[in-house]
């Protein structure tokens, strides 16, 4: 799935920021695409770029627009619909990470057909990929695993991308979930592909590169999670990472939608290089990604030392305090 | 997916048995469902059943024509829809697991629509599963669990089911793919379930049952396999075994498809146990099932005698020797 930037970001009239959440992420990731946003009367999110018409938008040279809100119950509202045909019509692409394929509404697909554009439902995944291999290919990649979900392992990926790249270093965040995907302007909500193709969704994702190229490669669940864990280990098959993340969110009791315990970090740095030795029989840690947003500054400093000083390798909050510690310990193993 | 029988086993015109090895496998292991098989001329294959025409399979209640055989492509014949349309029209369901979605075939669909009957699709999974909770259910489970793909853990289940029931126990056979689905009326091809809903759709498979009850779950795939691990641990995780059976076939040099070596038998035991313990903190190997259809007679028992000692499990070929060692096994543990 390749998403053509740039974008205009549709906010629709979504009653607070929360529901604007997926357009608010891509602005902040690629502020660069985002040429403008489309909101309508009554809309309480704010993008912070420029208001644009979707005439203005086309005549500005945007690609694509990315419905990124969500109505109540992830439905596209009627009065939707109407804008969504108004910028097919002027042939712009429509994405959106919606339950509803956009094709199953018959303006949307009879205004694609008459603007000949092109439209993207990251949820629904119609790609046939391939079964996974398992060869090792060239490229270095970092995959972000965590002791549960929304952990921080997109944004983990997101921040390593960046760092990467402000230094200097040949660095693509390669995307495994919907938001991900605006993102990136590529990639697959993996979690939506046939249970059979998720490593061979992953290799198409985080392909061959050059030798000194990293892939950042965003993680999904745990491997520890008891509904999710079989999308993380083929994910972490197909990434075949040199390096890991161990992403965590330390007051968490049980794991997210179910009443299990979290496992330990150690469980879980045991666990992904024994599954992971499968496809990249070098595979290491190379840190900890904390988030300590429900602790105050002395204790999350606290708390990434002892971690640092138990499992022998950095610990950092990405939000808080960056990942400058993370890139310096992959540039020592990579 | 529910499908009902009694059966009319349709085989075409296949040139061989082997492109009728699912009907075949069908009428092996529920000949009290097939009623019949349905012919075209030239057939090559014969399930040893009565040949019926739709009209009399319908006199005779037969409730779903299975498609049991397979074209070169897996895609439809022209000459084969009119049959499909034919017992469709008497108001019989039609179950496939071809590539191609029958309803994608207008004469079927309208046909279907005529007749008030179903359309079965087994390759398609169209049931939206709940995601996996991961809480303990009362009931028994057995999983068969494998060195590889393709390696006889369908057809270890389904001999533990038959010993299981002749020796009076309250036992079902559990299907996890297309043909399973076919032989116990019942299931989902969990390679094609939305990665997401891996371990869900498993609950949804073997769900709750009397304590005295023994669901015998058929594996899929290999947590070795590079291609198809994350299905075998949702698999694993879904299906909570109490207790499971190594499938393995020892002249194999490398797995299924790809380039990697076969794991050992303890590799498959270690973490197996490792990770089923996250659903089922009780599980335990109960046995090695080998198909040892390379070997000589005396080659396989003593490769056998060895296995048994080594892993302290009884080891068994279940289509040479039976399974009654393993269901002694279980009733010891269980």
Redo the contacts between chains.
């Keep these: 799935m390749v998403i053509e930037p740039p974008y205009l970001i549709f906010l629709g009239d979504v009653p607070d920021a929360l529901a604007a959440k997926t357009g608010l992420g891509i602005v902040d990731w690629r502020p660069e695409w985002c040429i403008g946003q489309l909101r309508l009367e009554g809309c309480k999110a704010d993008a912070g770029i420029p208001d644009l018409s979707i005439a203005e938008a086309k005549e500005k040279g945007v690609q694509t627009m990315v419905v990124g809100a969500v109505n109540a119950g992830g439905v596209l509202p009627d009065h939707w619909v109407a804008s969504i045909v108004e910028a097919l019509e002027a042939g712009l692409n429509v994405a959106t990470g919606l339950h509803t394929r956009l094709a199953s509404i018959p303006e949307i697909a009879e205004a694609a057909a008459r603007g000949g554009a092109g439209l993207h439902d990251v949820r629904f995944s119609d790609v046939r990929f391939a079964?996974?291999?398992?060869?090792k290919r060239p490229g270095k990649r970092v995959l972000t695993v965590g002791t549960d979900c929304s952990v921080g392992k997109k944004y983990t990926a997101l921040a390593l991308e960046k760092e990467m790249r402000n230094r200097g270093w040949n660095a693509d965040f390669r995307a495994t979930g919907q938001t991900g995907v605006f993102i990136s302007g590529r990639g697959a909500a993996?979690?939506?592909?046939?249970?059979?193709f998720?490593?061979?969704a992953v290799e198409w994702i985080a392909p061959a590169a050059d030798s000194d190229h990293w892939d950042l490669v965003e993680g999904q669940g745990s491997?520890?999670h008891?509904?999710?864990?079989?999308?993380?280990?083929?994910?972490l098959?197909g990434a075949q990472p040199d390096l890991f993340i161990v992403c965590h969110e330390p007051t968490r009791k049980t794991m997210r939608?179910?009443?299990?315990p979290l496992p330990s970090i150690q469980d879980v740095i045991d666990?992904t290089v024994?599954?992971g030795r499968?496809?990249n029989p070098d595979i290491a840690c190379a840190g900890i990604a904390v988030n300590t947003q429900k602790l105050a500054e002395d204790d999350a400093r606290k708390l990434l030392d002892e971690l640092s000083a138990t499992y022998g390798v950095p610990a950092t909050d990405p939000i808080r305090f960056g990942v400058a510690s993370l890139v310096d310990r992959i540039a020592e193993l990579g």
Tied chains: 1, 2.
């Design positions: 079964t996974g291999k398992g060869t993996i979690d939506a592909v046939a249970a059979d998720i490593s061979g491997l520890f008891p509904s999710f864990a079989g999308v993380s280990l083929g994910l098959h939608g179910v009443s299990h666990l024994t599954c499968l496809t």
